[in-house]
């Protein structure tokens, strides 16, 4: 297990922490696409981590990283408005998903909706408001030891 200061020590910043989480579940949403339609336990299990791991980041996007960012950012308000919206359709998602059995059929279907989803989400995090977070003055390696601080506290309960 690694030691808080070799955690932190891996994420330069709070965007980079982001960035590391998004390219986590876009690996997993990578493959949950590759496994068979007869892998159903499999992809069910899969898609309740992704929606876990979903959950708890955007948890720290919203208690943590979008306060300081609206506040402190070119354009904070607008960017966090669209973000916050985003998140609200995911959330709709996230809540099917778990709500459904490892033999519904919408699984799939449902699991790449919510695919299609982030990945837009994503881009626009990465390419819009984490450069305006960078480029704000923003303590963003302070953001970063409390979102790694909420992650470790949200990953010990049951979402």
């Not at 007869?38 to 979903?54: F, M, N």
């Not at 059929?105 to 995090?125: D, F, G, P, R």
């Not at 003055?137 to 790694?148: E, H, I, K």
């Amino acid at each position: 297990m690694e030691t808080k200061t070799a955690t932190k020590s891996r994420f330069k910043d709070a965007t980079t922490l982001l960035v590391h989480d998004h390219n986590s579940v876009k690996a997993k949403f990578k493959e949950f696409e590759s496994m068979g339609s007869r892998a159903r336990v499999g992809k069910k299990k899969l898609a309740d981590e992704i929606c876990t791991e979903l959950t708890i980041h955007a948890m720290l996007e919203e208690e943590i990283f979008y306060p300081a960012v609206q506040q402190e950012a070119e354009d904070g308000p607008a960017l966090i408005e669209e973000a916050t919206a985003e998140h609200a359709g995911a959330k709709a998602l996230i809540a099917q998903i778990k709500a459904m059995s490892a033999d519904d059929e919408s699984l799939t279907e449902t699991v790449q909706k919510l695919s299609e989803e982030i990945a837009h989400h994503v881009k626009e995090e990465e390419g819009e408001m984490f450069p305006k977070a960078r480029a704000s003055g923003l303590d963003l390696v302070a953001l970063r030891d409390q979102m790694l601080e909420r992650k470790t506290e949200l990953s010990a309960e049951e979402l």
